[in-house]
């Protein structure tokens, strides 16, 4: 019992080890990760490393899931900070959350949310993880939905409908197409706004980026109909 609990922890620091390694690559290659190029940072053969990543593949998919996780976490403690009735400050401390770790965590940032990578294919097992995030504002909107605090007027042609309604069963099933839409592009603008920021598309044209970023979630915020304090 001893030597397989030691085993599998010696096994778990390797593998965080190898994961450090490539987010450093990350910082200098982009996403063109290469085990052997981990295996020689690390010191050890190449083909010692496949006994924990069969390929490059499922490297990436580890840093992808821990990014996601990572995003994640930050989404629901900035969010659960914020007392339950203020649908607005619970809104803002998600889109604050979502920047904060971007700026934080660019690398980790550009993996999940930038370029795809040529030849890769994220696994299922991705999707729960990956929008962990977006659920989290989905409860914030269902929330506001219970007590009729949302706008929703839109008229929406039937294949937008659909799209949406496919979108919502995830994020929030109970709530009003009209609402679900509005909700959908308020998160397009709050990404959008940070790969802008992340990828150097604001240089030279924002001298400012913070506060042009709250004033865009908030004007996000009462689209959707939700009241800032």
Known sequence: MKATSMRARLRAEMIDEIK???RRQLATEGANLSLRAVARDLGIVSSAIYRYFPSRDDLLTALILDAYTALGDAVAAAEGAV???DFGGRFLAICHAVRDWALA???EYALIYGSPV???????DTVAVATRAVTILGGVIEDAARIG???????LPPEVAGEVARIG??????????????TLGTWLQLFGFVSFEIFGQL???V???????EHQMRAQARYIGLPLL
């Open 118 to 124: 040529p030849g890769y294919a994220a696994p299922a």
């Open 20 to 22: 450090a390694i490539a």
């Open 169 to 182: 069963e995830i994020i929030a099933p109970s709530v009003p197409i009209g609402a679900l839409s509005r």
């Open 105 to 107: 965590n660019p690398h």
């Open 83 to 85: 007392e339950r009735g």
């Open 207 to 213: 001298e400012l980026p913070g506060p042009l970023f």
């Open 203 to 205: 240089n030279n044209a």
């Open 149 to 155: 605090l949302l706008r929703y007027d839109d008229v």
